[in-house]
């Protein structure tokens, strides 16, 4: 029995071998005693500028990989470059992140790595075995880093939530992966949907069956009602940078892999899945809206958020043609953009205040801190679709794609889905412009038996009330000092390019316009 190899194009694979060598060395040299943080931290971001350059060399291919398994085109690329974009900044808000330092810088640039791998192989995916392959390595990683802040309760229970709820997920879209082999007899795209084609298994109960379970399996991975349970709690326990990373990237790569399968291997049964996946779109607008209007908690408000925008992103998968895809690919960029510009802000104020993600900590921002405000400011009127803003304009083709692919309907809840969500994005902007800053908390002693510290050297035993607040204060103040962003300009300028971005290509939408065009370009001429 001879064996025969697969050809290789390194080329084509090479921003996958930028990656996998980058995280080798990036664990590598964090196990290096007294490596400090910002060195691993811009190796991690020299990886992802070296495997972004090499995606843009390979953007105009269009070719098999690795006997078919994987699909080199723009509209995987796309993906790639969005993940790398949002990791790079990321790494920037995790450098003085506590998360980081008891996980070990290290290995945490490793798994934001190992998940944007993950994230590069499943946009590129064609294959039922390398797709399912990719998302475990996309999700793992993830788990583990929601999970980073040891020492935080809600991070170890978001981290679970994480887990158990993705793991479900996965099973159900492997199961689903399953049934869809079974009836068509392969795991290729092309070869199942030549197999479901005109005259085939299209209309056989394995396949509407499979087709249910992968899309109910992919929606719990996007954040898509009725599966959106965990996104609320787990996006608020998670380390904020941990958060903005999964908020962005993980949206972005997840639904190029969903638009690709759905595209190329189900296309012939379009007419089964659309009105299903149009459903779940509108009760996504729905739900996602109106569950962010009673939050207090910024992050667990940009979770329902993520919700809503999950809705609107699957209107472009669910009309089925270029003009979706394009409009897709673009809300995927511009939603990258206006919101890592409001995690960015949230992450700052969680280190200058006691008041961690709650939307009191942005109170009174425009008056104290006009380089934050108007970040913040910009991504929340973004996210709400106004005028001048990328969101604006990502919306704007959503609607356009959804009417000339006669779901009209659609169309319309994206627009009433729109402004309900100005009563919360809006409440937001009113805090930061509106508001007073509150006066500070003073700080409350921490009785022996949970944890606290010895009193300091020079304050005396006796006066125990008062030294342990004292100690609080201290302790709170040193933290601040030492991982605040009074000084970090990288936090700032992080969430100035994000917002003056968004600004960008909301007025001159043209750049990112074109670039989405060929990316969607390059999945129809393999429809």
């Not at 980073?148 to 978001?158: D, G, T, V």
């Not at 000084?487 to 968004?502: H, K």
Request: hydrophobic share 55%; glycine share 10%; proline share 5%.
């Amino acid at each position: 029995m001879n064996f025969n190899a697969p050809h290789i194009d390194y080329a084509g694979l090479s921003p996958v071998i930028a990656l996998t060598a980058g995280l080798c060395v990036v664990l590598m040299v964090g196990l290096i005693p007294r490596v400090g943080r910002f060195t691993t931290a811009y190796l991690t971001v020299a990886v992802l500028a070296a495997t972004a350059g090499l995606a843009i060399w390979q953007w105009g291919s269009n070719e098999d990989l690795v006997a078919g398994a994987l699909r080199l085109d723009a509209f995987g690329l796309a993906a790639t470059l969005i993940a790398c974009t949002a990791a790079a900044i990321v790494t920037l808000l995790s450098i003085r992140e506590p998360a980081a330092d008891e996980a070990g810088h290290g290995a945490f640039y490793t798994l934001l790595l190992g998940s944007v791998l993950g994230m590069t192989l499943i946009s590129q995916a064609q294959n039922l075995v390398a797709f399912f392959v990719a998302l475990e390595l996309l999700s793992i990683p993830l788990y583990v880093l929601s999970a980073s802040a040891r020492r935080n309760e809600r991070s170890l229970e978001s981290g679970l939530k994480y887990l158990i709820i993705g793991s479900i997920g996965s099973a159900t879209v492997l199961y689903g992966f399953a049934l869809l082999y079974g009836a068509s007899g392969s795991t290729d795209f092309s070869g199942i949907a030549h197999a479901v084609g005109p005259g085939g298994q299209g209309n056989d109960t394995l396949v509407l069956i499979g087709t249910a379970m992968v899309a109910t399996g992919l929606a719990f991975k996007t954040s898509l009602a009725p599966f959106h349970q965990w996104t609320p709690d787990v996006y608020q326990g998670a380390p904020t940078p941990v958060t903005a990373f999964m908020a962005v990237a993980t949206k972005a790569a997840a639904f190029i892999a969903l638009a690709r399968l759905f595209e190329v291997a189900l296309g012939p049964i379009a007419h089964d899945w659309k009105p299903a996946l149009a459903a779940i779109a509108v009760a996504s607008i729905a739900i996602g809206n109106i569950g962010a209007l009673g939050q207090d908690s910024l992050k667990r408000l940009m979770g329902y958020s993520g919700v809503a925008q999950a809705g609107y992103m699957l209107a472009g998968v669910v009309v089925a043609t270029e003009t979706g895809l394009e409009a897709l690919v673009f809300y995927l960029a511009a939603y990258t953009l206006m919101n890592l510009a409001v995690f960015a802000v949230i992450v700052a104020r969680e280190r200058e205040t006691e008041r961690g993600d709650d939307i009191e900590a942005v109170a009174g921002l425009g008056r104290s801190r006009p380089l934050l405000a108007w970040p913040l400011t910009i991504g929340m009127l973004a996210l709400a679709g106004l005028p001048g803003t990328s969101g604006f304009m990502g919306k704007l083709f959503l609607i356009e794609a959804t009417v000339d692919g006669d779901y009209t309907w659609l169309g319309v809840g994206i627009v009433i889905g729109s402004m309900v969500s100005l009563a919360y994005y809006l409440r937001v902007v009113a805090a930061v412009w509106m508001r007073p800053e509150p006066t500070a908390v003073p700080a409350q002693p921490m009785p022996a038996i949970a944890g606290a510290a010895p009193d300091p050297p020079g304050i005396p035993s006796s006066e125990s009330p008062a030294s342990a607040s004292n100690l609080v204060a201290a302790a709170s103040h040193s933290a601040e000092a030492t991982r605040g962003t009074g000084r970090c300009v990288l936090i700032f300028g992080s969430a100035l390019l994000c917002a003056a971005a968004t600004v960008a290509f909301g007025i001159a939408p043209s750049p990112l316009i074109d670039w989405a065009s060929h990316a969607a370009a390059s999945l129809t001429t393999t429809i």
